[in-house]
């Protein structure tokens, strides 16, 4: 992160009024052309000289080297353009399942979403998710099918799939001229003009549209125009007595459409080549509502100035990096904002403009604008700051939970602090990355959504905080349950001269169903008659939950169980807490034996894409890991195959994947229930689980 001015300093800018402003997230599935198309939208604006690209690891948002390394967006870039007197703040988001987090963030501070499609792919797992995400956030969207030079696009297959998939007021607003590699341009059917596939230039003006195309341009132009006037009666009136509408009532009513989330326009090209840039510019300012018009759902009190915090970059050089949306404002530098959370004092030195990797200083950021301030103290994505302390609840931004966790060790001893500092501040970054220790085995547990966002944490420690560290084989969260009632009675009594220890309570142990899909646990208090007093009674409670920590079967921690605390007995002197305690806890074990105890295991739902001549090698590979299958879908000489697995058979699903398919497979999972793992499963799971035991009393 290079944070020297830049010469723009030179034209420090007064804040951008809310109406000018356009701020949209660029997502959609992974590998889909998001940070490519991003790329020609900064070329075409000119903010940039030439078209950067994956391959060449030139873009602005993929700035990061493990980005460059792995051809992939692995966080959130802010970028910003200027297009016909309005200021577009894009968002570049990480399509991988893995990197979600800024993903989901950045749909918190944005007034619409450009869902990216591959032509050849159309709807994936993750356009779904966004979607869905969007939907409930009545986030405007605008959808671009990207990747229609590629063998196998089709536009209007993808067409199809979104209307019959996402949503049937998705329109087309654009057409592709030709396809495959015959494809040579666009038709903006709003404007009807075309554009020429500028082949990674920048892209001439409109041109007249082809001859060849009249037909094909006239059936979606009316299709759009159905779509647009149905959602103004004015309008509708109009165009039903034959009126010829003019362009701009069409492209406003078309904007009011967008904005009230009644349409979603279908626009297209070719990311790499610059095509179609243009006329997604113009969409982009006609349709996205600014948020002067949509405005934001976060609370902010009755405070003057006010920003979220949407991001957070641990940069090794310049420190913490918060990137912002400016609730109330404006905010300038030299401020000094109070953090409701924390109660702590926050200054806000220098107001900053980010476009990937380089920022630029600005005087002030006016309401709705996004930009990023260095060196906050205390702040964590999330928090919302204020120039008086109001109470404020901070806007959940509901992550993703960490499935998957890994032992990790550092390979210098004496560099395990080392190794915990680096962590923390990658957390701070990516919330759905999590290091603890394990209670059970004392190791340190690093948890994420996927193999792969472990392992970019462990190249990251390594080139930002210069601390190497091992991953071990990833651990399964293996949960136990009993099937039936048992109960136990325990009595626990020392007499050790002086005063002595007395404990008696009787219980019964009983299977609790899961509610919403979560295993609980309940104490019921049925003393009568006092032969335990009130004051014991929560310690027989205390000492339960602790022997739940760790089960007997495999030591993993018990759920799904409700205790009846039904009988006991006190001694007047010797009694105490501690003493009911440890007799709750040994009546729990001894009940839990006979109570038919179970392993649980986690249930993932796994969505692997691979080109169809591996799907027969594929699915006999799921089979082999007790994988069910759900369903398979052919898309372009590609097939998704859906289906449920253990997660304890795809830990490392991701070099099985790469041999079977020669690199071309990828796939992508998520937590969905937990079952009982079948007897001659847990009873290998059990006898390890013992030997590790007893290897570590040794
Ligand atoms: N042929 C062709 N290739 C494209 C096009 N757009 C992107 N690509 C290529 O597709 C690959 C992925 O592009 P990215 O821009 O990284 O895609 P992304 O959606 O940002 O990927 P993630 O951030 O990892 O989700 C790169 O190799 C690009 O060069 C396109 O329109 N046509
Ligand atoms: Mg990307």
Same mark, same amino acid.
């Given at each position: 992160?290079?944070?020297?001015?830049?010469?723009? =300093?030179?034209?420090?800018?007064?804040?951008?009024?809310?109406?000018?402003?356009?701020?949209?997230?660029?997502?959609?599935?992974?590998?889909?052309?998001?940070?490519?198309?991003?790329?020609?939208?900064?070329?075409?604006?000119?903010?940039?000289?030439?078209?950067?690209?994956?391959?060449?690891?030139?873009?602005?948002?993929?700035?990061?080297?493990?980005?460059?390394?792995?051809?992939?967006?692995?966080?959130?870039?802010?970028?910003?353009?200027?297009?016909?007197?309005?200021?577009?703040?894009?968002?570049? &988001?990480?399509?991988?399942?893995?990197?979600?987090?800024?993903?989901?963030?950045?749909?918190?501070?944005?007034?619409?979403?450009?869902?990216?499609?591959?032509?050849?792919?159309?709807?994936?797992?993750?356009?779904?998710?966004?979607?869905?995400?969007?939907?409930?956030?009545?986030?405007?969207r605008v959808l671009f099918v990207n990747m229609l030079d590629r063998e196998r696009a089709d536009f209007l297959r993808v067409l199809e799939a979104v209307r019959q998939q996402l949503s049937d007021r998705c329109v087309a607003i654009q057409l592709p001229i030709g396809s495959e590699h015959e494809l040579t341009g666009i038709v903006d059917l709003l404007h009807m003009c075309a554009y020429m596939d500028p082949s990674g230039g920048r892209e001439g003006g409109p041109q007249p549209i082809p001859d060849s195309m009249a037909d094909l341009v006239q059936e979606h132009r009316e299709k759009l125009l159905d779509a647009v006037v149905e959602t103004d009666e004015e309008l509708m009136g109009r165009y039903l007595e034959g009126e010829e509408l003019d362009p701009q009532a069409v492209a406003d009513a078309l904007k009011s459409a967008v904005t009230r989330d009644e349409l979603y326009p279908v626009a297209c090209g070719v990311a790499t080549k610059n095509l179609g840039t243009?006329?997604?510019?113009?969409?982009?300012?006609?349709?996205?509502?600014?948020?002067?018009?949509?405005? &934001?759902?976060?609370?902010?009190?009755?405070?003057?100035?006010?920003?979220?915090?949407?991001?957070?970059?641990?940069?090794?050089?310049?420190?913490?990096?918060?990137?912002?949306?400016?609730?109330?404002?404006?905010?300038?530098?030299?401020?000094?904002?109070?953090?409701?959370?924390?109660?702590?004092?926050?200054?806000?030195?220098?107001?900053?403009?980010?476009?990937?990797?380089?920022?630029?200083?600005?005087?002030?950021?006016?309401?709705?604008?996004?930009?990023?301030?260095?060196?906050?103290?205390?702040?964590?994505?999330?928090?919302?700051?204020?120039?008086?302390?109001?109470?404020?609840?901070?806007?959940?931004?509901?992550?993703?939970?960490?499935?998957?966790?890994?032992?990790?060790?550092?390979?210098?001893?004496?560099?395990?602090?080392?190794?915990?500092?680096?962590?923390?501040?990658?957390?701070?970054?990516?919330?759905?990355?999590?290091?603890?220790?394990?209670?059970? &085995?004392?190791?340190?547990?690093?948890?994420?959504?996927?193999?792969?966002?472990?392992?970019?944490?462990?190249?990251?420690?390594?080139?930002?905080?210069?601390?190497?560290?091992?991953?071990?084989?990833?651990?399964?969260?293996?949960?136990?349950?009993?099937?039936?009632?048992?109960?136990?009675?325990?009595?626990?009594?020392?007499?050790?001269?002086?005063?002595?220890?007395?404990? =008696?309570?009787?219980?019964?142990?009983?299977?609790?169903?899961?509610?919403?899909?979560?295993?609980?646990?309940?104490?019921?208090?049925?003393?009568?008659?006092?032969?335990?007093?009130?004051?014991?009674?929560?310690?027989?409670?205390?000492?339960?939950?602790?022997?739940?920590?760790?089960?007997?079967?495999?030591?993993?921690?018990?759920?799904?169980?409700?205790?009846?605390?039904?009988?006991?007995?006190?001694?007047?002197?010797?009694?105490?807490?501690?003493?009911?305690?440890?007799?709750?806890?040994?009546?729990?074990?001894?009940?839990?034996?006979?109570?038919?105890?179970?392993?649980?295991?986690?249930?993932?739902?796994?969505?692997?894409?691979?080109? =169809?001549?591996?799907?027969?090698?594929?699915?006999?590979?799921?089979?082999?890991?007790?994988?069910?299958?759900?369903?398979?879908?052919?898309?372009?000489?590609?097939?998704?195959?859906?289906?449920?697995?253990?997660?304890?058979?795809?830990?490392?699903?991701?070099?099985?994947?790469?041999?079977?398919?020669?690199?071309?497979?990828?796939?992508?999972?998520?937590?969905?229930?937990?079952?009982?793992?079948?007897?001659?499963?847990?009873?290998?799971?059990?006898?390890?689980?013992?030997?590790?035991?007893?290897?570590?009393?040794?």
């Amino acid at each position: 992160m290079r944070l020297e001015p830049t010469e723009e =300093d030179e034209s420090r800018m007064a804040a951008t009024e809310p109406t000018k402003i356009r701020n949209i997230a660029v997502a959609g599935h992974r590998g889909v052309g998001k940070t490519s198309l991003l790329e020609g939208l900064l070329f075409e604006a000119g903010k940039t000289n030439r078209l950067g690209s994956i391959e060449q690891g030139t873009t602005v948002s993929d700035w990061d080297e493990h980005e460059q390394r792995r051809g992939m967006s692995l966080s959130g870039a802010l970028c910003h353009l200027e297009w016909k007197d309005r200021k577009i703040n894009l968002v570049d &988001t990480p399509g991988d399942a893995g990197f979600q987090a800024d993903t989901y963030a950045a749909l918190r501070v944005v007034e619409g979403v450009l869902v990216v499609l591959s032509g050849v792919m159309g709807v994936e797992v993750n356009t779904s998710r966004i979607w869905q995400r969007a939907e409930e956030q009545e986030l405007s969207r605008v959808l671009f099918v990207n990747m229609l030079d590629r063998e196998r696009a089709d536009f209007l297959r993808v067409l199809e799939a979104v209307r019959q998939q996402l949503s049937d007021r998705c329109v087309a607003i654009q057409l592709p001229i030709g396809s495959e590699h015959e494809l040579t341009g666009i038709v903006d059917l709003l404007h009807m003009c075309a554009y020429m596939d500028p082949s990674g230039g920048r892209e001439g003006g409109p041109q007249p549209i082809p001859d060849s195309m009249a037909d094909l341009v006239q059936e979606h132009r009316e299709k759009l125009l159905d779509a647009v006037v149905e959602t103004d009666e004015e309008l509708m009136g109009r165009y039903l007595e034959g009126e010829e509408l003019d362009p701009q009532a069409v492209a406003d009513a078309l904007k009011s459409a967008v904005t009230r989330d009644e349409l979603y326009p279908v626009a297209c090209g070719v990311a790499t080549k610059n095509l179609g840039t243009t006329a997604l510019l113009d969409l982009l300012v006609e349709g996205v509502p600014s948020p002067a018009k949509k405005g &934001t759902t976060i609370e902010f009190g009755d405070a003057k100035q006010a920003v979220f915090i949407f991001k957070t970059i641990a940069d090794p050089f310049t420190g913490r990096i918060s990137c912002f949306r400016v609730l109330a404002g404006p905010v300038s530098g030299d401020t000094t904002l109070v953090d409701p959370r924390t109660h702590a004092k926050e200054r806000m030195g220098q107001v900053l403009l980010l476009q990937g990797k380089d920022s630029e200083p600005v005087e002030a950021l006016g309401i709705g604008d996004l930009g990023a301030v260095a060196k906050l103290k205390d702040v964590i994505t999330g928090d919302v700051l204020v120039d008086h302390e109001v109470p404020v609840e901070p806007p959940h931004i509901d992550f993703p939970e960490p499935v998957m966790s890994f032992a990790v060790t550092p390979k210098a001893k004496g560099d395990e602090e080392k190794m915990a500092t680096g962590l923390r501040r990658l957390h701070e970054e990516d919330p759905t990355l999590l290091l603890r220790r394990d209670p059970q &085995t004392g190791e340190q547990l690093l948890s994420g959504l996927s193999q792969m966002q472990v392992e970019v944490a462990v190249d990251r420690l390594n080139t930002r905080f210069h601390v190497e560290v091992e991953l071990h084989p990833p651990r399964v969260p293996y949960k136990e349950t009993i099937r039936k009632e048992a109960r136990a009675r325990h009595r626990y009594k020392k007499q050790t001269g002086g005063r002595g220890q007395f404990g =008696d309570c009787a219980i019964v142990l009983e299977p609790l169903p899961a509610e919403d899909g979560e295993l609980g646990y309940e104490f019921v208090d049925k003393i009568v008659g006092g032969v335990i007093s009130q004051s014991y009674r929560p310690a027989v409670d205390k000492g339960i939950r602790e022997a739940m920590e760790h089960g007997d079967l495999a030591g993993a921690p018990v759920q799904g169980v409700r205790v009846l605390l039904v009988d006991g007995m006190e001694h007047n002197v010797d009694s105490s807490e501690m003493a009911f305690k440890i007799a709750g806890s040994m009546a729990f074990k001894e009940a839990y034996q006979q109570a038919d105890p179970v392993l649980l295991e986690p249930i993932m739902e796994l969505e692997v894409t691979v080109p =169809d001549d591996t799907v027969g090698a594929v699915n006999g590979d799921l089979n082999s890991r007790r994988g069910r299958l759900q369903g398979m879908e052919p898309a372009g000489g590609m097939t998704t195959i859906k289906a449920e697995v253990p997660m304890a058979e795809i830990l490392t699903y991701s070099q099985a994947l790469t041999s079977m398919t020669g690199g071309r497979g990828d796939y992508s999972m998520h937590f969905l229930r937990y079952e009982e793992v079948p007897t001659h499963v847990a009873q290998k799971i059990i006898e390890q689980t013992k030997r590790e035991r007893e290897e570590a009393k040794v």
